[in-house]
Structure formats: structure tokens, C-alpha cells
């Protein structure tokens, strides 16, 4: 299973706001084996959001940002345009904004707007309702706390065969090792490889086949 994280927000662009789900949604799907393909950062632009969603490729999109009250949280129409479907008040994502805020105004009721068909997320830590559309696009708030807590009630949705982590450490310079790092890229294709300098020199490898893990591991230690 491979997936794409659409992070939406000016703020993000402009700095204003660190992107912190992003980097936490990348480490729950390496922990729950599936394959993360791609991260974007885009604006609250309804355009520009549909484009991204309809351009991506994997099994699985998450979307985070934009399902507040406010006039430029424009995810939720962004998403129903993309899925060729209308936004409805649902009765249950009305129960969650109260449940998060109690009973508001009016014009802070369009959080339980959601796409037609669409499964409403409970939003434990705050008021906005997430949601999943045909079991593949799964949209998220951007307050970290609140879509962290969100995602642990759908983390099961994105298993996939058990990934293998393993590490190689070495005091030689990483220019040193180029050659040898490059002959066990060749010798090894079902793992990738990657090398991260910073005093020592840490070399990861990923892969699902664990045996190719042990040996490449072995192969390395003996040759570095």
C-alpha cells in the first residue's frame, strides 16, 4: 500500500505555522508497513487542492488542514469537488462539533458539512469532524493534536506487510564509503539505502525481505 500526505495551509507556506504532521504521519506509516510516496504542501486554494488530489497516484491520500469554521478553510468543498459530490450537514458530524465546543453559532456549524458518502472521523481532541471518502481519501484537521488523536482511530486502515529497519554505523568519512555503499545497492535491489552523515555515518536499510536485511547488514560490517 502506497500513500500520498497533502499538508494545505498558507500558513505553511509562508512559515508562519512548522508542518509537524507531516513528519508524524511519515513515521506511523513506516511503522504500520505502508509505503509513504509522497509529501505536498499546498495553499487554501480550491483549485490547486482538487488538482492535487485528482493527480495522485497511491492507494491512499491523507489530507491535513482546513476543516475549520473561517472563510479560507476551504478543504471540505476542495475534497467534494475533487470526488464529484455535494457537501450535506451529516446529523453525527453535527454531534462531534457540539461534543468538541458545545452549541455554537451558526456559521461554525459548516465544520459538520461533509461530502456526500462520506464516513465521518470522531474528533476526540477538538470540534471538527474528519472524514474518509471511498475508503482511500482520509481528511484530517491540521491543529497536530487533534489530527494525531484522529489518526490513531484509523491507523489500522494503512497496514501493510511489515517493513525491516535496520542500521550500519561507521566512523569512516561518508566519501570513504561510496564505493562500498554503491556495490551493495547493486547487490542488494530489494533494499533501499540510504546514508546519513553527521559526525559518524549511519547508513539505513529498508526493506520487506528481512534475510536480504541481515545479509546486506553483514556484507556491510565486513566490508566497511
Not at 7 to 15: A, Q, R, S, V
Not at 47 to 57: G, L, M, P, T
Not at 102 to 123: K, S, T
Request: some cysteine; charged content about 25%; hydrophobic content about 45%.
Amino acid at each position: 500500500m502506497d500513500v500520498t500526505i497533502i499538508c494545505i495551509g498558507d500558513e505553511l507556506l509562508t512559515g508562519d505555522v512548522e508542518d509537524l504532521n507531516s513528519t508524524w504521519l511519515a513515521r506511523q506509516l513506516s511503522e504500520t508497513g505502508a509505503l509513504l510516496k509522497r509529501i505536498v504542501t499546498i495553499p487554501d486554494d480550491i483549485d490547486v487542492i482538487v488538482s492535487e488530489i485528482r493527480q495522485a497516484k497511491t492507494d491512499k491520500i491523507i489530507v491535513t488542514g482546513g476543516l475549520g469554521p473561517t472563510h479560507d478553510d476551504v478543504t471540505r468543498y476542495a475534497v467534494a469537488k475533487a470526488a464529484g459530490v455535494r457537501l450535506y450537514r451529516d446529523p453525527y458530524a453535527v454531534r462531534v462539533v457540539e461534543k468538541g465546543r458545545g452549541r455554537l453559532i451558526d456559521a461554525a456549524y459548516v465544520m459538520a458539512d461533509i461530502p456526500e458518502n462520506a464516513v465521518v472521523i470522531d474528533n476526540p481532541a477538538g470540534a471538527a469532524p474528519g472524514f474518509i471518502i471511498d475508503s482511500r481519501i482520509y481528511v484530517l484537521p491540521g491543529v497536530p493534536s487533534e489530527m494525531k488523536a484522529m489518526f490513531s482511530l484509523v491507523r489500522d486502515h494503512f497496514k501493510g506487510p511489515r517493513l525491516i529497519v535496520d542500521w550500519v554505523i561507521t566512523k569512516r568519512p561518508e566519501s570513504d564509503i561510496v564505493p562500498t555503499l554503491n556495490e551493495a545497492v547493486k547487490m542488494f535491489p530489494q533494499i533501499a539505502f540510504g546514508s546519513y552523515p553527521s559526525g559518524i555515518v549511519k547508513i539505513k536499510l529498508k526493506s520487506y525481505d528481512a534475510e536480504a536485511v541481515k545479509q546486506a547488514k553483514e556484507w556491510l560490517a565486513a566490508h566497511l
